[in-house]
């Protein structure tokens, strides 16, 4: 045998050896690192879709992230119900483009993209395609952790979620017996409302705009004059039917003039309620230093920003004492964690908007911040119809005033989309208010 060939198989012996030493030593180390050290594997989007449904009567909308890895998938609320026709084009044509091939694991760059995408700041409908894909997200890396969002978020900080649920009837009498049937629930915090908003329905009027034909026949009608009477005289019946125990919300929802609802204010605050919801539209925040200056009364506000901008100025100023956000409006958990992180500096306290509009998804996702973060204040509660419960498992459950969730990891909640194509959406919605000579009243 020649000397170079015994030399060439010396290093082929050489590196075989040197290969199974490495290998076994790899192996080694795999059994002996601890799993948590390891990490997690590259994952990618596969697919952004929507899926639309309507069990319990309002148009839902949710965001479902497929990924590389079979089976794993998560789930967000995009719901707007007013225009949910077109946040599923939004979320199937230009969310599913943009999104797929990006890291799932990169949450926050891929908010910033999907906001700047369009470059005019998103509005409504986009705003809300986004909150779907950000909590899906989350709801991936919670899934791909095995831990419940809200452990993401920093564990919790309570047991359960105190929520507050809505008490009305036409007249003051009806709403007190329907607090008194709340609170024998267990619930401490209550709504109280006469009549819809601004106390619509309540009166058996016949406005003149309906008599000149002016606008449409499924238009409503406030008197404002009446609401505002209505309201101080409804505190003071339902306190004294129902104690000082109870905490007692109302919510103006915009629907009167600024100096209006700041007497209206001024009128009820020697009931002690909890908050006032909504006493300016967004176009009327100047006058907020007044209404601080008049009242000392909590005030609930942000229902309708749609930028989570609009928030910056009023807390720095601390016009308001509670965050009145829709998560799954104005950008998802991200932005809304840090809006309450903004809150927790000024003092102002969480209260999410949950009314029955917005998916089981997003009601979770409302759930798993308010364990998560310090100054909460209040969460809107919320029920769920069989119906609904078949089309999503997992839901969060409400009991003795308090809501609580599954502790599954991600956000808990699952949708069986066979189900839900039993329940389609539909494009009719009806906001439209008017005063007595027809004037469109904002809501």
């Not at 406005?207 to 101080?232: C, H, I, Q, W």
């Not at 996702?365 to 419960?389: C, M, P, R, Y």
């Not at 599954?406 to 808990?412: D, I, S, V």
Request: hydrophobic content about 40%; glycine content about 8%; proline content about 5%.
């Amino acid at each position: 045998m020649s000397t170079a060939r015994r030399d060439t198989l010396k290093l082929l012996g050489l590196g075989a050896a040197a290969g199974l030493l490495g290998s076994t030593s790899a192996e080694a180390r795999d059994r002996t690192t601890p799993t948590w050290q390891k990490g997690l594997p590259s994952l990618k989007i596969k697919s952004v879709k929507a899926i639309a449904t309507a069990p319990q009567g309002s148009n839902l909308i949710v965001v479902k992230v497929e990924t590389t890895e079979p089976g794993l998938y998560g789930l967000g609320c995009a719901t707007f119900t007013q225009r949910a026709a077109t946040v599923v084009v939004a979320i199937n044509t230009y969310l599913n483009e943009l999104c797929v091939g990006r890291d799932v694991d990169n949450i926050e760059d891929m908010w910033q993209a999907a906001y700047v995408s369009s470059y005019w700041r998103n509005g409504p409908v986009l705003n809300n395609a986004l909150s779907g894909l950000d909590q899906a997200l989350w709801d991936i890396k919670g899934k791909r952790a095995n831990m419940p969002v809200y452990q993401l978020l920093g564990g919790k900080v309570r047991f359960a979620i105190p929520c507050y649920t809505h008490a009305g009837a036409n007249t003051p009498e009806g709403t007190a017996e329907h607090v008194q049937k709340i609170m024998e629930q267990g619930y401490k915090y209550v709504r109280i409302q006469q009549g819809g908003y601004g106390a619509v329905g309540s009166t058996a009027d016949k406005p003149d705009f309906k008599e000149a034909g002016f606008g449409m026949d499924s238009d409503n009608y406030m008197n404002v004059r009446t609401y505002l009477k209505s309201v101080p005289n409804l505190f003071n019946v339902v306190r004294k039917r129902c104690g000082d125990e109870v905490e007692l919300l109302h919510d103006i929802h915009e629907r009167v003039q600024p100096m209006e609802a700041i007497n209206l204010i001024k009128s009820v605050e020697e009931y002690r309620p909890f908050f006032i919801e909504d006493p300016f539209s967004p176009e009327n925040m100047g006058w907020f230093k007044q209404l601080r200056a008049s009242t000392s009364v909590p005030i609930a506000m942000g229902e309708l920003f749609n930028n989570i901008n609009e928030f910056r100025e009023p807390m720095a100023n601390q016009w308001f004492d509670f965050i009145r956000i829709h998560v799954s409006q104005i950008g998802g958990i991200t932005p809304a964690m840090k809006v309450a992180r903004l809150g927790e500096f000024f003092n102002i306290r969480t209260a999410w908007h949950g009314p029955g509009d917005v998916s089981p998804v997003g009601h979770s996702a409302h759930a798993h911040i308010d364990l998560a973060v310090w100054n909460f204040g209040i969460q809107e509660a919320v029920s769920f119809n069989e119906k609904t419960q078949a089309v999503f498992s997992g839901c969060p459950t409400m009991k003795n005033g308090y809501m609580s969730v599954n502790e599954a990891p991600g956000l808990g909640v699952d949708i069986d989309e066979k189900e839900a194509a039993k329940y389609p959406i539909s494009t009719k919605s009806n906001w439209q208010v008017r005063k007595v000579d027809g004037t469109l009243i904002r809501p």
